[in-house]
Nanobody, 116 residues
Framework: QVQLVESGGGLVQPGGSLRLSCAASGSDFGSMTMAWYRQAPEKQRELVARSTRSESTYYADSVKGRFTISRDGAKNTVYLQMNSLKSEDTAVYYC??????????WGQGTQVTVSS
């Protein structure tokens, strides 16, 4: 069982920055694929960024060049640095973990609102 606790969401003006954090329980963090998803009102949940166990990364086209996913194995934490935020980035952001045995876990979500 893996528990994910997200933090760092909030209200920010367009062009601003936020950093989301997701702390994972358990001792197998290094073997997990960690990802951030988001879901805007009346839209489907979408993959934003992913970091595999080999630390290769993937980004959705809509966030390339603005968002950066990183992980700290010593803290069992994955981060999402979000820069140059736009109103269309407004959503609930969810942390996701996939273990080496392909079990998937979700965090509770954190709200990000980009508005002036």
């Amino acid at each position: 069982q893996v528990q994910l606790v997200e933090s760092g969401g909030g209200l920010v003006q367009p062009g601003g920055s936020l950093r989301l954090s997701c702390a994972a329980s358990g001792s197998d963090f290094g073997s997990m694929t960690m990802a951030w998803y988001r879901q805007a009102p009346e839209k489907q949940r979408e993959l934003v960024a992913r970091s595999t166990r080999s630390e290769s990364t993937y980004y959705a086209d809509s966030v390339k060049g603005r968002f950066t996913i990183s992980r700290d194995g010593a803290k069992n934490t994955v981060y999402l640095q979000m820069n140059s935020l736009k109103s269309e980035d407004t959503a609930v952001y969810y942390c996701n973990a996939e273990t080496r045995y392909f079990f998937t876990y979700w965090g509770q979500g954190t709200q990000v609102t980009v508005s002036s």
